[in-house]
């Protein structure tokens, strides 16, 4: 992406960077599937076991979870397909892929760096905090998605194809006050990154249409930092802003997800600032960091900074506001920072929110305008360095210990307690798990904890249910189920798990008449027919409920986030 095709010390520097990422993150090549999507979504998914073209194809068409993501399942099913064994897929595959399209976005933030700096030096430090930064943990040992490097790559395309524009009309301005035709090898190189980039960025949000915020990314580094003319800036964005269009029809045609309670549109304001807030903080003090905060609205309102969070987002970007005529750059970093967030801030309710506002993944990107000012501070100033350095050491050593804590999901979410014991994210898995080992009695305590965050939540009561009737709390488990039916009254599981209740408590009418409202849905639905068959078998002959055999429950439902 440079004019040079050997640039002084870029193999060095480059190299310094991967043996930085690799120190940081090897831990994750030794962890396992964690249950939270790895499981659900890659593990146990019977598209991956085994891999099959037709599977890979469907999820062209949907419908999903959360989002359309067509090119990561693409690019999962093709690591399932190397990582098959006799018992099932190795996480080692899938930790060593994760791993990989980190570090490619590192390369890709280096080269951004140095285009926009033109120093090796500035360009390696900032993409090494970019790199080892522990808020990066979670992105590259959780569920691999390809859609990180292929935006950061999409804007470096870019930064070159508008760094190159502007150099040529420069040229041609010092030359004449008439703009000369352009010389057509140059017109050659700037149609060959504008579609490389363009290519890039549709490709990113058939990866994930969260990618959509390049847009944002590319036009603050444009208009801040390359200086174009903001004709020519829209001139090149406003073609991808209608590519943006399908997308978002996409994934609202798509996805399947479940209701969000959304907070009233004048509180989401105060919700997006409390996020940026909060990711402000933990770029100086990246330590606490867990899969789950607990940072909702509900809390926000009711135990959080509500009304004072604002304060310190604000107070930045007044200070960068009043840069803007003297130097547009710090606003520029600033609405990069701020607008790669937008889609997760919770102006727009999205379904993690259950969970969290924030997440440690949703910073990936935005850390590309820490890179950039790292590395700005860095060219100025070549002597920070010798401050810079040890901070990455620093990080580097902290992002090592978090890769360790993602080993398991009992290690994960047993330090997510720790951090955080109000947890509905661990207290949700962790008696999943219990249940897993036959632990009925953690399991309880989890569950119980969980449903004292989230009463109504139907998986946890499905799941809690499945303890009690292994406990022979058949009333208790009974009134679990009809609060899970409650929020999923279509959930064939929730039904055949109710109606096996209903017969073990001798209501084998009721129970019949769950199993046929499952098979009126779902004809072919296994489950359902055993055990009408089995209800309509012994029904008439034992007049002692107790006598009989029982229909079979299904296994508990894994959570997803």
Not at 255 to 282: C, H, N, Q, S
Request: aromatic residues 12%.
């Amino acid at each position: 992406m440079s004019d040079d095709p050997a640039p002084r010390g870029t193999i060095g520097a480059l190299a310094a960077l991967l043996a930085l990422g690799a120190a940081a993150f090897y831990p994750v090549l030794f962890n396992g599937f964690v249950n939270f999507d790895d499981v659900l979504f890659i593990r146990d998914n019977p598209d991956f076991n085994p891999v099959t073209l037709g599977a890979l194809l469907r999820y062209w068409r949907g419908p999903y979870f959360g989002g359309a993501f067509p090119l990561t399942y693409l690019f999962l099913g093709t690591v399932a397909s190397l990582a098959q064994t006799e018992d099932g897929l190795n996480p080692f595959a899938f930790r060593l892929a994760g791993l990989l399209v980190h570090l490619g976005g590192a390369v890709a933030v280096f080269f951004i760096v140095r285009m926009l700096l033109r120093s090796t030096l500035a360009a390696l430090l900032g993409a090494a905090v970019f790199c080892v930064h522990p808020l990066q943990v979670e992105a590259a040992a959780w569920a691999v998605s390809p859609y990180t490097t292929l935006s950061l790559v999409t804007v470096a395309l870019y930064v070159r194809y508008a760094q190159l524009s502007k150099d040529t009309q420069d040229a041609q301005l010092s030359k004449s006050p008439t703009i000369a035709p352009r010389d057509p090898a140059t017109q050659r190189r700037l149609r060959l990154f504008y579609v490389a980039a363009t290519v890039c960025f549709v490709l990113a949000m058939l990866a994930k249409p969260v990618a959509m915020v390049v847009v944002f990314i590319a036009a603050a580094i444009d208009v801040g930092w390359v200086r174009r003319r903001s004709v020519d800036v829209a001139r090149a964005l406003v073609p991808w802003c209608v590519l943006i269009i399908p997308f978002v029809i996409m994934t609202r045609a798509m996805i399947r997800t479940p209701p969000v309670v959304a907070p009233p549109l004048w509180e989401r304001p105060l919700v997006a600032m409390d996020g940026l807030a909060f990711y402000l903080v933990k770029l100086i003090w990246p330590v606490g960091l867990v899969p789950d905060y607990g940072r909702t609205p509900q809390w926000l309102r009711e135990h959080g900074p509500f009304w004072t969070a604002w304060l310190l987002p604000a107070a930045v970007g007044v200070i960068v506001a009043l840069r803007w005529r003297s130097d547009r750059r710090p606003a520029a970093l600033f609405a990069l920072f701020t607008l790669s967030f937008l889609p997760v801030l919770g102006l727009l309710p999205h379904h993690f929110q259950a969970y969290s506002t924030v997440a440690d993944r949703y910073a990936y990107l935005p850390l590309l305008a820490v890179a950039i000012a790292v590395g700005w501070c860095v060219a100025a100033r070549p002597r920070l360095a010798y401050a810079i350095v040890p901070l990455i050491v620093v990080a580097t050593v902290l992002s090592n210990i978090q890769s360790r804590r993602w080993r398991d999901t009992q290690t994960l979410f047993d330090y997510t307690l720790r951090l955080n014991p109000d947890s509905f994210a661990a207290h949700r898995i962790l008696g999943y798990e219990a249940r897993l080992r036959g632990d009925n009695v953690l399991a309880s305590a989890h569950y119980t904890a969980a449903l004292a965050l989230r009463p109504d939540d139907a998986t946890t009561n499905f799941n809690f249910a499945g303890v009690l009737v292994d406990r022979g709390e058949i009333g208790s488990a009974l009134a679990r189920y009809e609060r899970a039916l409650v929020q999923k009254p279509d959930d064939p599981q929730i039904r055949n798990n109710y109606g096996v209740a209903l017969a073990r408590a001798g209501r084998w009418d009721e129970a019949a008449e769950q199993f046929n409202a499952v098979l009126a849905r779902y004809p072919d639905d296994a489950g359902a027919t055993r055990n009408l068959a089995i209800v309509h078998a012994t029904r008439p002959a034992l007049p002692n409920p107790a006598s009989r055999p029982a229909p079979q429950s299904p296994v508990p439902q894994a959570p997803a986030p």
